[in-house]
């Protein structure tokens, strides 16, 4: 298993509509890559750090792929563009990406 995780950090002054990423951006995303491979997505909103303090991200997500294949079959397929082009109709902020394996 192959998740792809895309990370909103916390920053000061930065947008990031949580209404519009749950409502429409997620719907999109699952359905963009269903065909091309996506098994899972999980969603997390920051609360905070664990000390208590501010959390370090706004939001998280965690897409699961069957393996590195489905999963650039989903990011350079053909609504590869669509996906990251809405990112600006609820963020200004830079996300961070990762790559990971699960057992």
């Known amino acids: 298993m192959v998740i792809f ?4 950090p916390a920053t000061p002054g930065g947008k990031f509509d949580q209404a519009y990423y749950d409502d429409v951006h997620i719907p999109l995303v699952k359905a963009a890559f269903a065909s091309t ?3 899972d997505v999980q969603v997390f909103k920051g609360l905070s750090a664990p000390d208590g303090g501010p959390a370090p991200f ?6 699961a792929f069957e393996d590195a294949a489905a999963m ?3 990011l350079a397929g053909p609504r590869g563009a ?11 902020i830079t996300p ?8």
């Not at 995780?5 to 909103?8: E, N």
């Not at 706004?58 to 897409?63: E, F, I, Q, R, S």
């Not at 961070?96 to 057992?103: E, G, K, L, T």
């Open 5 to 8: 995780s895309v990370l909103y």
């Open 37 to 39: 491979g996506l098994k």
């Open 58 to 63: 706004v939001a998280m997500v965690h897409l």
């Open 72 to 74: 650039q079959a989903s």
């Open 82 to 92: 669509e996906v990251s082009g809405d990112i600006v109709n609820f963020s200004d």
């Open 96 to 103: 961070i990406a990762q790559v990971s394996a699960r057992d």
